[in-house]
């Protein structure tokens, strides 16, 4: 596609059910980022693939976040036992990774999470 | 580690005044720093790189390493300018905590 592509858009869950976010990046876009952002703060970084490798996970705030990008282009966010502070505002970005790329991003529209 | 600190949260402008983005960083190795824009229901955009030293939409920023600042300047503020912008550097790009920019008309 043209852009980065998120599903759902808008997501509801009870708290304590797992929910998945996933990210389609643009075609051929090497590195994939996730970040949270919750509502009046800035993007927070989560975590980085390069292809496949999932390079930097420091960012996930606890083991109930999971990320995969299992044949380096789809990736899935995963959320196990949701909690209310996990509501947020998740954002997909891609971006080529080479000598003159300068890791400018390309974000998604996001996928707004919100724990009842 | 790589940080940006945006100090001041809430920028309010007349139109056309000018406008100012102040952006420090502190950084080990080269910098490469960005600004990015996300207007009213819309995706997070780049808006400039220190790199190309371009002016979009008449915004500049010089990255002054004397005074680790990477600083965002408009002369002539539009109502268009109305939106968040972050100031990030290369790598995982963390963000800072952005500016909420309002030009009244």
Same mark, same amino acid.
């Given at each position: 596609?043209?852009?980065?592509?998120?599903?759902?858009?808008?997501?509801?869950?009870?708290?304590? *059910?797992?929910?998945?976010?996933?990210? @389609?990046? $643009?075609?051929?876009?090497?590195?994939?980022?996730?970040?949270? *952002? +919750?509502?009046?703060?800035?993007?927070?970084?989560?975590?980085?693939?390069?292809? =496949?490798?999932?390079? @930097?996970?420091?960012?996930?705030?606890?083991?109930?976040?999971?990320? =995969?990008?299992?044949?380096?282009?789809?990736?899935?966010?995963?959320?196990?036992?949701?909690?209310? =502070?996990?509501?947020?505002?998740?954002?997909?970005?891609?971006?080529?990774?080479?000598?003159?790329?300068?890791?400018?991003?390309?974000?998604?529209?996001?996928?707004?999470?919100?724990?009842? | 580690?790589?940080?940006?600190? *945006?100090?001041?949260?809430?920028?309010?402008?007349?139109?056309?005044?000018?406008?100012?983005?102040?952006?420090?960083?502190?950084?080990?190795?080269?910098?490469?720093?960005?600004?990015?824009?996300?207007?009213?229901?819309?995706?997070?955009?780049?808006?400039?790189?220190? $790199?190309?030293?371009?002016? $979009?939409?008449?915004?500049? +920023?010089?990255?002054?390493?004397?005074?680790?600042?990477?600083?965002?300047?408009?002369?002539?503020?539009?109502?268009?300018?109305? +939106?968040?912008?972050?100031?990030?550097?290369?790598?995982?790009?963390?963000?800072?905590?952005?500016? *909420?920019?309002?030009? $009244?008309?």
């Amino acid at each position: 596609g043209a852009g980065v592509s998120q599903s759902p858009r808008y997501k509801v869950a009870k708290r304590g *059910q797992d929910v998945a976010l996933r990210c @389609d990046p $643009i075609s051929g876009h090497v590195s994939l980022f996730w970040y949270q *952002q +919750a509502l009046g703060q800035g993007p927070e970084f989560l975590t980085y693939f390069q292809n =496949e490798a999932q390079l @930097d996970k420091s960012g996930l705030p606890s083991d109930r976040f999971f990320a =995969e990008r299992p044949e380096g282009s789809v990736s899935t966010l995963k959320i196990q036992r949701t909690q209310q =502070e996990d509501s947020a505002v998740y954002l997909c970005a891609s971006s080529t990774w080479g000598n003159s790329g300068a890791n400018v991003l390309t974000f998604g529209a996001g996928s707004r999470l919100t724990v009842l | 580690a790589q940080r940006v600190t *945006q100090p001041e949260k809430l920028l309010s402008v007349f139109k056309g005044a000018p406008v100012e983005l102040k952006c420090n960083y502190s950084y080990s190795g080269s910098p490469e720093l960005f600004w990015y824009v996300q207007y009213s229901r819309q995706r997070l955009q780049l808006l400039l790189r220190h $790199i190309s030293r371009e002016s $979009i939409k008449g915004f500049t +920023a010089d990255l002054n390493k004397g005074e680790t600042s990477f600083h965002l300047k408009k002369p002539f503020a539009q109502e268009e300018d109305s +939106a968040m912008y972050y100031c990030a550097p290369r790598g995982r790009l963390a963000f800072g905590k952005g500016n *909420q920019v309002v030009v $009244i008309p």
